[in-house]
């Protein structure tokens, strides 16, 4: 499994989104940090799942969201660092 970082996910979830992110009017190269999908209307209650899938799917993992603040999950900047630690410690429990 290869190091996944937060900054690769940030760039997958705005290219999945970025129809949406750009009819909503936002700057696709200067995506607040604290962006929130759900908030915002980008995604909806079934576009959680959906995005926690894809990133699952893309990035080959399992995320734990376990210990991930509901209010983050939909998050930009803390969900990615949330997939990135996620997979670190995935990486580590197979070495």
Known sequence: MRHITAAEVRAFLIERYASALSSAGVSLDSLADDYDLLERGIIDSIGILEMIGAVE???????DLEHLDA????????????????????VKESA
């Open 57 to 63: 799917a893309e990035f080959e993992i399992e995320l």
């Open 71 to 90: 209010e983050s999950l939909t998050k930009i900047g803390p969900f990615c660092r949330h997939v990135e630690g996620s997979a670190h410690a995935q």
